[in-house]
């Protein structure tokens, strides 16, 4: 079975699990060990498996080749705890997953993850909100109505109407655009190009649109520095001035305008651990747990570079404004401190680059559900957003221009239609303006006889006639 990309849509992660499950049962190596003097048929040893795994994910394209060691050892760790793989003795879930010589096998009970049941949804685009549709709270559904009992004057009146003899007409005032109306056209609009770029039939299985607030897409939009940093109006959310002192220390290494305290050997390392502990505290991730489908969804779109930048930037639209403004901070940093020659080495057994991606990726990206390889497209996400941030973490310009254009246009319009398209073309009679307008009901005087200057006269031949 070879490896395939699992592209955008809904269940990528679970996809992801089933897929990589699949590829390891079916291409790990078995054979027959020995342990305590007892031959063991069809088995593994575990530093055989983590050795087969992190090939085999290094070189599957949805992962790629930035997976560690380690990455893979929490995989199957994992795998452990979700009886994908059993000791030989049949153990699982409590016990513990080393790199050592321990001998695992496969149980025969299948371990893949079933697709969580949703309602069905239905082939279609969003759909805009009616702006004429009254606020919430004023429907007349739940309005108790009298049933209305039917005479023949009141038969009457309805057959007058319905034929045209006596119009109803009704006074028709401007409809002003609200806030709400405005709002729910960002909501919408932004929703409908994401699911354009994503190339999906809905979002129903990816997103719960309900949970969307068009509050904190405007304010992504419009509140902004120059640098294109979000300002936030609750300053108890900002980031604590301590860990934005660190951030800038390390950032601009070894020329901070901050750092008034005097160095020493490690110092860099632990203003490092200072920042990493308070963004491993993190109760949820910045990209919170509910856009986690969309997200991982976006990440089957990495080889087409552009369309990933694209939804990318739609999708951090979404996000609630603090979390957004943490998520610029900390990628602006990570992005610098990649770069950074001068940094010291802030890890012995890693790379700097490779340890921004440990760091970070689980208070970025991770899932509700522990069994997922959220570490994995995490890191995968976090590599791309590091290497791509300046134009990911920017508002998109083309995006907003369309909707406030929309928004023009939706003020230009006057009047809005009182009745059905069935009557929109009719117009009113003679008849039923004499009955609407009674003073304009009066007839012409006959024209009198004695206006004439002369009477009517028959025809007489004059001389002019003869031959």
Request: charged content about 25%.
């Amino acid at each position: 079975m070879e490896p395939r990309l699992v592209g955008p849509g809904p269940y990528r992660a679970t996809r992801l699990w089933n897929e990589t499950i699949e590829l390891f049962r079916e291409g790990m190596p078995l054979r027959r060990h020995r342990s305590l003097f007892k031959n063991y048929e069809c088995c593994f040893k575990a530093s055989e498996a983590v050795d087969w795994l992190h090939e085999l994910l290094r070189c599957n394209q949805n992962f790629g080749p930035e997976v560690t060691r380690n990455q893979t050892i929490q995989l199957l760790k994992k795998f452990l705890k979700n009886h994908v793989v059993e000791d030989i003795k049949g153990r699982w879930g409590k016990e513990d997953f080393e790199d050592d010589s321990h001998l695992y096998r496969f149980p025969p009970s299948s371990p893949l993850k079933p697709y969580p049941t949703r309602p069905p949804y239905r082939k279609e685009v969003i759909k805009f909100p009616d702006w004429n549709v009254p606020e919430a709270g004023t429907s007349q559904e739940h309005i108790p109505v009298k049933p209305l009992m039917m005479n023949s004057e009141m038969w009457f009146k309805r057959h007058s109407i319905a034929i045209g003899e006596v119009p109803a007409c009704r006074l028709v005032h401007r409809q002003e655009l609200t806030q709400s109306n405005i709002e729910e056209r960002w909501k919408s609009m932004t929703l409908s190009h994401l699911q354009k770029v994503l190339g999906l039939d809905s979002l129903d299985e990816v997103l719960d649109t309900k949970l969307v607030n068009p509050k904190h897409i405007i304010h992504n939009v419009y509140n902004v520095n120059e640098q294109g940093i979000v300002i936030l109006e609750d300053k108890t959310k900002e980031l604590p001035h301590w860990v934005l002192s660190a951030m800038k220390c390390l950032a601009n290494w070894p020329s901070c305008s901050d750092l008034k305290q005097p160095t020493y050997i490690g110092f860099e390392r632990d203003v490092f651990k200072t920042i990493a502990d308070y963004y491993g505290q993190m109760k949820e991730p910045l990209l919170t747990f509910h856009l986690f489908d969309v997200f991982v969804s976006v990440l089957g779109l990495l080889q087409k570079n552009k369309k990933a930048i694209e939804a990318l930037r739609v999708s951090c639209l979404l996000l609630p404004p603090e979390n957004r403004k943490k998520l610029q901070l900390l990628m602006k940093m990570m992005a610098k401190i990649s770069l950074n020659k001068n940094l010291p080495p802030l890890c012995d057994t890693a790379g700097t680059r490779t340890l921004m991606v440990q760091a970070f990726s689980h208070c970025i990206l991770c899932s509700r559900d522990e069994v997922d390889l959220d570490e994995l497209l995490a890191a995968k996400l976090v590599t791309f957003l590091m290497d791509n941030c300046q134009e990911i973490l920017n508002v998109p310009s083309s995006l907003q221009r369309v909707i406030e254009e929309h928004v023009v246009h939706l003020r230009r319009v006057q009047f809005q239609k009182s009745y059905p398209e069935v009557y929109k073309e009719r117009f009113p009679t003679p008849e039923s303006e004499a009955v609407l307008f009674p003073e304009k009901n009066k007839q012409k005087p006959q024209l009198l006889m004695w206006a004439l200057k002369k009477p009517f006269q028959p025809f007489q031949r004059t001389r002019s006639f003869r031959m």
